[in-house]
């Protein structure tokens, strides 16, 4: 079970990135995929997660309508578009898997990629 995740970056407020996670070494059939963050001196928090079957997403408050996580089955990639960023967005981004539907819960996930962190300043 593997899962790496990249795109991470220096951006300035307003600007975009996009986050992918690559799953190998197990069928993701029923499971979530969800991206978490984890800035300086914070709790890890749940951003954005999908179900991979059906795609069901679900977004933490603050990064709706500027967030748009998606999935690639061919390629078993999920990807988080993020746009119109802010420096409150700065973190290390952490994708992860849990059997079962999305929850927001970190301690719900037991598979877990390396981080890669996102800065945003001007």
């Known amino acids: 079970v593997q899962l790496q995740a990249s795109g991470g970056g220096s951006v300035q407020p307003g600007g975009t990135l996009r986050l992918s996670c690559t799953a190998s070494?197990?069928?993701?059939?029923?499971?979530?995929v969800a991206w978490f963050r984890q800035a300086p001196g914070e709790q890890r928090e749940f951003v954005a997660g999908?179900?991979?079957?059906?795609?069901?997403?679900v977004y933490l408050d603050s990064v709706k309508g500027r967030f748009i996580i998606s999935r690639d089955k061919d390629k078993r990639m999920v990807y988080l578009q993020m746009n119109s960023l802010k420096a409150e967005d700065t973190a290390v981004y952490y994708c992860a898997t849990r059997n079962g539907d999305i929850t927001t819960r970190t301690s719900a996930y037991n598979n877990w990629g390396q981080g890669t962190l996102v800065t945003v300043s001007s």
């Open positions: 999908i179900t991979w079957n059906w795609g069901t997403t």
């Open positions: 070494g197990f069928s993701l059939g029923d499971y979530a």
